[in-house]
Nanobody, 113 residues
Framework: QVQLVESGGGLVQPGGSLTLSCAAS????????MGWFRQRPGKEREYVAL???????TIAPSVRGRFTISRDNAENTLHLQMNNLTLEDTAVYYC???????WGQGLQVTVSS
């Protein structure tokens, strides 16, 4: 059974940083495109960053320059380093494959002073 276990969410002040992590029990993890997605209050879920199986990454324009996605294929883990967080980054963040597996509960990230 595929599992995506996310960790690292929480409350942070504007300008602060958080690192999200995801442990994935996905077969052949290194070959899959994995990503971080988020759903802001009242908005549709959107992609934040993708890590392609070949090693390249794509970052959504809204977070480019502030967020970095990385992966450890030996450990089947995916990470999202989030810097210079703003109020607009408040959302539930999800780790998933692309195309997605069933969505988990996600991680609440709240940016507030």
């Amino acid at each position: 059974q595929v599992q995506l276990v996310e960790s690292g969410g929480g409350l942070v002040q504007p300008g602060g940083s958080l690192t999200l992590s995801c442990a994935a029990s996905v077969g052949a993890f290194g070959f899959h495109t994995m990503g971080w997605f988020r759903q802001r209050p009242g908005k549709e879920r959107e992609y934040v960053a993708l890590s392609l199986g070949g090693g390249s990454t794509t970052i959504a324009p809204s977070v480019r320059g502030r967020f970095t996605i990385s992966r450890d294929n030996a450990e089947n883990t995916l990470h999202l380093q989030m810097n210079n967080l703003t109020l607009e980054d408040t959302a539930v963040y999800y780790c998933n494959r692309h195309p997605p597996l069933p969505w988990g509960q996600g991680l609440q990230v709240t940016v507030s002073s």
